[in-house]
């Protein structure tokens, strides 16, 4: 029985790590993705922010239900969009790396410190 613990506790630290390590890829794609976006590549975000905005003075409304207009966006509205994506793009992957980079590290160790106990336990 007690073995059969042993290696489910194994089981679940290596479990823990590698989901955690997955997000910790996840989140340093992001960074590197956003970064190359906002600073080399500005040309690709062209059409993550949409060229018109809504005009509530130019709303019809029919039935109670009322539809907002839409105008031409300025480049100082496109490029406060492009801005404000790209900061919570990066909120995100740094919230996402500070959250699963250390539930990664202390999983590992504990797994590697279980690890050497056992071989020290066999010999």
Same mark, same amino acid.
Request: proline share 4%.
């Given at each position: 029985?007690? !073995?059969?613990?042993?290696? @489910?506790? *194994?089981? #679940?630290? &290596?479990?823990?790590? $590698?989901?955690? *390590?997955?997000?910790?890829?996840?989140?340093? #794609?992001?960074? %590197?993705?956003?970064? @190359?976006?906002? &600073? *080399?590549?500005?040309? +690709?975000? %062209?059409? !993550?922010?949409?060229?018109? +905005?809504?005009?509530?003075?130019?709303?019809?409304?029919?039935?109670?239900?009322?539809?907002?207009? &839409?105008?031409?966006?300025?480049?100082?509205?496109?490029?406060?969009?492009?801005?404000?994506?790209?900061?919570?793009? *990066?909120?995100? $992957?740094?919230?996402? @790396?500070?959250?699963?980079?250390?539930?990664? +590290?202390?999983?590992?160790?504990? $797994?590697?410190?279980?690890?050497?106990?056992?071989?020290?336990?066999? %010999?």
């Amino acid at each position: 029985m007690k !073995y059969v613990m042993h290696i @489910l506790w *194994l089981f #679940y630290l &290596y479990a823990v790590a $590698a989901v955690s *390590l997955l997000f910790v890829a996840i989140g340093t #794609y992001s960074i %590197i993705n956003t970064s @190359l976006r906002v &600073y *080399l590549f500005p040309k +690709v975000d %062209i059409g !993550y922010c949409d060229d018109r +905005v809504p005009d509530f003075t130019q709303s019809s409304c029919d039935g109670g239900m009322c539809k907002p207009g &839409y105008r031409p966006a300025t480049d100082e509205e496109i490029a406060a969009c492009r801005e404000r994506n790209a900061q919570e793009d *990066l909120i995100d $992957a740094i919230s996402m @790396l500070s959250v699963s980079l250390p539930i990664f +590290v202390v999983h590992w160790r504990l $797994a590697r410190r279980e690890r050497r106990r056992k071989v020290a336990r066999d %010999i």
